[in-house]
């Protein structure tokens, strides 16, 4: 029976934290990574530095309960959704905040263009470079549409308008 808890329990944080990252990597909106150190810490308890299963039991009870907003006992398509938004609003929150913080040559708390375009630097040119097929100094219709993420899936983020 404790090994049968332990499962499901186990089963539900992976569930929950790979299925965000699977989601948010499928919408190409933000990093697949997972930050596990932070996950182990979450999931320690007592901070003792190791896990035991009722911790693991107990925390993935905590996230199933959390996630089961009607309180049916099940989870719904809608819930998982909705739990998983949320856990990327956290991710992106914290992020974006990082990404201010480190551009903000000014540090008056926003990013004009000027901060944004000198702190792109080598990245904007690698990135123009790799996309600039022909070395020509200009990126044609064709280059653009080849343009590619490692691992070769074409690139969905962002929008000129």
Same mark, same amino acid.
């Given at each position: ?11 539900? *944080? ?13 919408? !190409? /909106? =933000? ?5 596990? &150190? &932070? ?5 320690? =308890?007592? +901070?003792? +530095? =190791? ?8 925390? !993935? ?9 009607? /309180? ?7 819930? =998982?959704?909705? @739990? #998983?938004?949320?856990?990327? @609003? $956290? ?6 905040? $990082? ?5 903000? *040559?000014? %540090?008056?708390? $926003?990013?004009?263009?000027?901060? #944004?375009?000198?702190?792109?630097? $080598?990245? !904007? ?7 600039? %097929? ?19 899936? *074409?690139?969905? +983020? !962002?929008?000129?308008?």
């Amino acid at each position: 029976m404790t090994y049968r808890i332990f499962t499901a329990s186990l089963g539900a *944080i992976c569930t929950l934290a790979f299925g965000q990252a699977a989601f948010a990597a499928s919408q !190409g /909106k =933000v990093s697949q990574t997972i930050d596990r &150190a &932070a996950l182990f810490t979450q999931l320690d =308890v007592d +901070g003792n +530095g =190791v896990l035991t299963q009722e911790e693991l039991a107990k925390a !993935g009870q905590l996230r199933f309960a959390k996630a089961d907003s009607d /309180k049916d006992g099940f989870l719904s398509k809608a819930e =998982v959704r909705n @739990q #998983m938004l949320r856990s990327m @609003q $956290k991710r992106i929150a914290g992020r974006s905040a $990082k990404m201010v913080e480190r551009r903000d *040559i000014d %540090k008056d708390g $926003k990013l004009s263009l000027e901060e #944004m375009q000198a702190t792109s630097g $080598k990245r !904007g040119t690698k990135i123009f470079a790799r996309l600039d %097929k022909n070395d020509d100094g200009a990126v044609s219709a064709e280059e653009f549409e080849k343009m590619r993420r490692p691992g070769g899936k *074409i690139h969905s +983020g !962002g929008s000129l308008n």
